[in-house]
């Protein structure tokens, strides 16, 4: 995949998008190589966070309600011009994350727009790409926390979008050099008579 890559994360209120608001994201870009080209990271005002003279003025108005998704969809266009400059940057790109589904609904439930922030773009779920590490007894569970541990990659703030994504980036680079190791050994395997691990390429898409 020779294509840049952006990793997501975002630091949320709750797990269920339905119930939780986003109170920071950060992204930061890389080449289909793992070079960072491009980092952002930044937190989400709520309405919790105000001073109590603020809450007063917004109590019992629509303003409280949509605070949180103004104060997103700001945060959201300083990223776009970040990140996403197609004067700097190519148009092609995949994007990973460590909860890829979750993160996608809630960027979707908040940003009220009918395009999605990385509009047609493939997302990769790092959790879904560990299972040939999980199913060989090889980390104990899907957990990002697992895949830290078994790279030894030490996520310095856990817990924050910031610390949380730029573990999310070292595992990922860490991950395929794993996968792309093994499938190196395919040719090997098939000269002396054994499977091809079309599996490791189906899940990595190499």
């Not at 949320?12 to 870009?29: D, E, F, M, Y």
Request: with cysteine.
């Amino acid at each position: 995949m020779q294509c840049d890559h952006i990793f997501v994360d975002l630091a949320v209120t709750h797990p269920n998008p339905r119930i939780g608001q986003i109170i920071g994201i950060a992204v930061v870009r890389t080449t289909g190589k793992g070079k960072v080209l491009e980092t952002f990271s930044e937190q989400v005002k709520l309405y919790v966070e105000l001073s109590e003279d603020e809450k007063k003025h917004l109590a019992g108005s629509d303003d409280s309600i949509s605070l949180n998704a103004d104060s997103l969809k700001s945060v959201i266009g300083s990223m776009r011009k970040c990140i996403l400059d197609t004067r700097r940057y190519d148009s092609s790109y995949l994007v990973i994350a460590a909860h890829a589904d979750t993160d996608r609904t809630y960027l979707r439930n908040f940003t009220n727009e009918k395009s999605e922030v990385f509009a047609g773009r493939a997302w990769l779920d790092i959790l879904a790409l560990s299972y040939p590490l999980w199913y060989n007894d090889m980390i104990s569970d899907r957990t990002f926390d697992s895949l830290c541990k078994h790279f030894k990659v030490e996520n310095t703030s856990p817990n924050t979008a910031t610390g949380d994504c730029e573990a999310l980036v070292r595992v990922y680079w860490a991950l395929m050099t794993r996968y792309k190791t093994a499938l190196g050994g395919e040719e090997i395997l098939r000269e002396i008579g054994g499977s091809p691990l079309e599996s490791f390429r189906k899940i990595v898409g190499l």
